[in-house]
């Protein structure tokens, strides 16, 4: 937290039996300098929706961030607790904002289903809203323009979450190879001793023992903006087509980037498909596409799967399932999307039908063959109904937000398939003998 310059908070609380009670709040630990201090609430009858940015010394901060594992959000004006005798759990998730950054994180959530909306009188509210002096367009826009919600809705889970943005980052924007000459820039706060980082780069292809090295030492460093320093390093390198760079500082992983010479690839569909979609901003939108247009994430995992190197095809037949996929040899998946938490039985009961379709003989009898069943849902794993056994039971194997973002990192190194393949279905076979209580056929 000593690197920290100020805070920015925003939070919902809601009217519940007399009292306002906080429903969720992020927090964010911001090293850069603050460029404006904000005090703001939309307020309603039932619900008020505030920001906060402010600079707190370290004592306070420290103050601050106790109130927060207590769940209570605490800063100038502001004072609001989690519903009395509310029972809390901490835990600190994986970072899904970006899948090449790190960012420390830890959740105090209430241990409990179901939320606050059901205290709120949405009517009443969006009526307010939008009569209001910064009129809204009911509680769906203000959530939606706070970001506490993609589609509108209000978040069933009652959390405060905390996270910490780096002293340290690349400018990607700065960071190049071309004809085998990189170029890494990287900003440093002022006060963040240089000795604490590392920059380790990983070079492809053939990343061998001798193509990796530390180039911290490297670098010459000028006085920046914001109050930070920025470092700057150009270096020669065999024959390159790609360039992995991992900073770490103090120890802990804050960022991993891939940098492509845009001339040369490892994979060459990719390189087609960035004439079009050069920083993968289409395909990023299609993977996490709004509600209501679910078909887009049929469209981005197609497209995804066949940047890995598979054949794709979306069937048009109505009862096909949405992604027919075959890797090189042969092997053949098929896939069913969701962007709804309520469709996860539903999609999973088609994929369940359409496997024993094509995998056993016309009587019943069988499996003639292996045929992998995907069930992809757009959301992060943390939003989805416990499901895992079912999923287990039935040999489904279940790919999250998480899962499609960790894909997209693999894309100028696509995997084999093959191999890919045996390995989820060895993975299915020991998840159904744990869901089953058996012992596991594989050691």
């Known amino acids: 937290m000593g690197s920290t310059d100020h805070i920015n908070i925003e939070y919902i609380v809601v009217h519940v039996k007399g009292e306002w009670v906080l429903s969720n709040a992020k927090i964010i630990l911001i ?24 600079r707190l010394v370290l004592k306070r901060l420290q103050e601050f961030v106790r109130n927060l594992q207590v769940g209570r959000l605490k800063v100038l004006d ?17 970072a ?11 959740e105090i959530r209430v241990d409990q289903t179901g939320g606050l909306s059901q205290h709120i009188n949405m009517l009443a509210v969006n009526n307010e809203l939008r009569s209001g ?68 780069v990983r070079q492809f292809p053939v990343p061998h023992i001798t193509r ?30 790609t360039v992995e760079l991992m900073l770490t500082a ?44 679910g078909r887009d994430l049929e469209q981005g995992v197609a497209t995804l799967l066949y940047l890995l190197g598979a054949v794709c095809t979306n069937p048009p037949a109505t009862d096909a399932p949405d992604i027919f996929a075959e890797t090189r040899s042969g092997r053949l998946a098929i896939v069913e999307c969701t962007v709804k938490l309520t469709d996860v039985r539903a999609k999973a009961a088609k994929l369940i039908s359409r496997r ?11 499996p003639t063959h292996d045929l992998l069943a995907v069930l992809v849902v757009s959301m992060p794993k943390i939003k989805i109904p416990l499901e895992d056994d079912f999923l287990a039971k039935n040999q489904i194997l279940l790919v999250t ?14 995997p084999d398939l093959d191999e890919l393949y045996l390995g989820s279905v060895e993975h299915l076979k020991r998840q159904m003998s744990a869901a089953l209580g058996l012992a596991a056929p594989f050691a």
């Not at 502001?78 to 994986?94: I, N, Q």
């Not at 979450?161 to 440093?188: H, K």
């Not at 990796?212 to 930070?228: A, E, Y």
Request: negative net charge; charged residues 30%; contains cysteine.
């Open 96 to 106: 899904h904002q970006k899948s090449d950054y790190s960012v420390p994180q830890l």
């Open 401 to 414: 937000r998480e899962g499609l973002q960790q894909a997209k990192t693999r894309l100028e190194f696509p």
């Open 133 to 200: 002096r910064r009129p809204f367009d009911g509680l769906h826009d203000l959530l939606t323009y706070y970001q506490f919600s993609r589609d509108g809705h209000f978040p069933n889970e009652q959390k405060i979450s905390l996270s910490l943005r780096s002293p340290t980052d690349f400018d990607l924007n700065a960071c190049t190879l071309s004809e085998n000459r990189l170029t890494i820039q990287v900003r440093r706060r002022s006060g963040f001793t240089k000795e604490l980082l590392a920059i380790g």
């Open 250 to 293: 103090g120890g802990f992983a804050v960022q991993q980037v891939f940098i492509t010479d845009k001339n040369k690839s490892l994979n060459p569909r990719l390189a087609a498909y960035k004439k079009f979609d050069p920083d993968l901003k289409c395909l990023d939108d299609f993977l996490e596409p709004e509600m209501k247009s």
């Open 356 to 366: 024993h379709a094509l995998t056993f003989n016309a009587d019943g009898s069988g």
């Open 212 to 241: 990796r090295m530390q180039v911290i030492d490297l670098m010459t460093w000028k006085k920046g903006s914001q109050g930070f320093d920025i470092g700057r390093l150009q270096l020669d390198l065999e024959e390159c087509t």
């Open 31 to 54: 090293p850069e300098k603050m460029d404006e201090k904000i005090n703001d609430a939309v307020e309603t009858s039932e619900v008020i929706v505030g920001h906060v940015r402010t």
């Open 78 to 94: 502001v004072d609001y607790a989690f519903a009395k005798d509310s029972s809390l759990s901490t835990y600190s998730p994986s």
